[in-house]
């Protein structure tokens, strides 16, 4: 089997050659459209941006000194339509990323890693209600349980798409390849997660020198002090380098599972 160090190095290969196709993925279905979303929020509803930001500041404590009634209803229908929309367009995204790692063979544009995925959107979302709620039950009973089969069920997107399997056929499947082999499946998504935690840090530290330089730290200002336009500013920054974290983090992710899937699939 190959070690942690060998499908890293594989996968990160993999995601410099392709990182331009990654990034306009993240260009098409999460930066234009949450740019229109808050352009849309701050410039239709500023108000609302307002008694919520002083909401959020003031706590628990001062609730009662916050009016939500100056908050319109048009507000609420947009953020909950567009909410739903930005989930949309974030699974879709991570569809593609699953198609393209798995079937990529020469050259694949965004349109054909897309279309692929689109072939997959309710099965990958059946599969994803189905795990999600099995899981919660099982952390809900007992903390271990959840791990375990969380662990389990690890590769289990990776096999519906690969082995057009079942939903509950690619759960079975993916437990099948993980069994015998269970902690050193776990060592790896651990020493994965650090390194995911290792990369939040890095962008998000200068993100923080960066809002404090400009506005301040204008999120966590007290109420008294506070200014729309220097929120707006700090809120910015802070999306920015968060972005530019995930453009590494999310098809990182899938293409090292990816790898590491198809390692343990071909030792069984």
Do not use: H
């Amino acid at each position: 089997m190959k070690r942690f160090g060998d499908i890293f190095a594989e996968s990160w290969k993999e995601y410099k050659f392709n990182f331009r196709l990654f990034l306009k993925a993240f260009v098409l279905f999460a930066i234009l459209p949450t740019i229109i979303f808050y352009a849309i929020t701050f410039g239709v509803f500023p108000a609302a941006v307002e008694e919520l930001v002083t909401l959020g500041q003031v706590g628990a404590d001062n609730f009662s000194s916050v009016d939500i009634s100056n908050i319109s209803a048009g507000y609420f229908i947009f953020s909950f339509f567009s909410g739903i929309v930005l989930f949309i367009l974030s699974f879709l995204m991570s569809l593609t990323f699953y198609y393209f790692s798995i079937y990529k063979k020469g050259k694949m544009n965004l349109k054909q890693a897309v279309n692929g995925g689109l072939n997959y959107f309710w099965a990958f979302l059946g599969l994803g209600i189905v795990v999600s709620l099995a899981l919660l039950g099982l952390f809900i009973l007992l903390i271990i349980p959840g791990i375990i089969f969380m662990i389990y069920w690890i590769f289990s997107g990776f096999v519906l798409m690969k082995e057009k399997t079942g939903i509950i056929d690619s759960m079975k499947r993916s437990k099948a390849i993980v069994k015998g082999n269970w902690w050193k499946v776990f060592g790896f998504f651990l020493l994965f997660c650090l390194i995911v935690i290792g990369i939040s840090i890095v962008f998000s530290i200068p993100a923080k020198i960066l809002d404090f330089t400009i506005t301040g730290g204008a999120s966590i200002l007290p109420i008294e002090t506070f200014n729309l336009t220097s929120y707006i500013i700090s809120q910015t920054i802070n999306y920015i380098f968060s972005v530019a974290s995930s453009i590494i983090i999310v098809p990182l992710s899938i293409l090292f599972f990816k790898n590491f899937y198809l390692d343990m699939k071909s030792r069984k």
